[in-house]
């Protein structure tokens, strides 16, 4: 198989209470699990895509035949953005950030509550189920987006730095309808860390 599912940062119950041991086991062990296994079937018979990493099929959507492309989108999106999202978080985390992100984010949104204000409408405005991000744009600014589903900014041509999952799957078992209360709790997982090097990475 191209792509395999990737071992978490930490065990699976190292995010609560925030996130409890119940929820990251069927988020990780099944939902993600289960875009691997069928990006992977909707890949076979393009062994040239499958050896790509999933960011640069992404990235290259446009490229793909156009019969499966929308099977890469939603498979390889969920397993990119999850992959991602597990990333950009860690037990005892949260706080803010420090060094040029900060900066960056003052920069962009003017200070960091009011982009945190700006984060969380967004995540609470995607009807139904997407993502939202913090993306270093084509131009080189800081933005805030909503995806819809697995539909990936790295398809626009943006560099993610942070996302939240708002698909019910993500807290539906802890919070059942109340997406406000996990994205407040969210908050306290944040890998500001993590981020600092994502950003550093894509300024070089």
């Keep these: 198989m191209a792509y395999e599912l990737p071992p978490l940062p930490y065990p699976q119950d190292a995010l609560a209470p925030h996130i409890d041991a119940r929820t990251m086991d069927f988020h990780y062990g099944k939902h993600h699990a289960a875009y691997v296994a069928n990006l992977n079937k909707a890949l076979e018979g393009h062994p ?4 790509k ?10 490229t793909v035949p156009a019969q499966i492309r929308q099977a890469v989108i939603n498979h390889g999106g969920g397993h990119y953005h999850h992959t991602f999202f597990w990333r950009i978080m ?26 945190k204000d700006q984060f969380t409408r967004a995540a609470m405005g995607r009807f ?4 939202a991000w913090l993306c270093i744009g084509p131009e ?13 900014p790295v398809s626009n041509g943006h560099t993610p730095l942070l996302t939240v999952d708002v698909w019910e799957h993500a807290y539906y078992l802890q919070y059942q309808n109340r997406r406000a ?11 500001w860390d993590a981020v600092a090097d994502l950003y550093a990475a894509a300024k070089k």
């Design 48 to 51: 040239a895509i499958a050896a």
């Design 53 to 62: 990493p999933i960011e640069q099929v992404l990235r290259e959507i446009g």
């Design 90 to 115: 860690g037990p005892k985390k949260g706080g803010q950030p420090k060094g040029p992100v900060a900066d960056e984010i003052t920069k962009a949104f003017g200070s960091f509550d009011a982009f």
């Design 128 to 131: 139904g189920s997407g993502w």
């Design 140 to 152: 080189g600014k800081l933005h805030i987006c909503d995806t819809l589903n697995q539909d990936s």
């Design 181 to 191: 209360d996990w994205v407040a709790a969210w908050w306290d997982l944040v890998n």
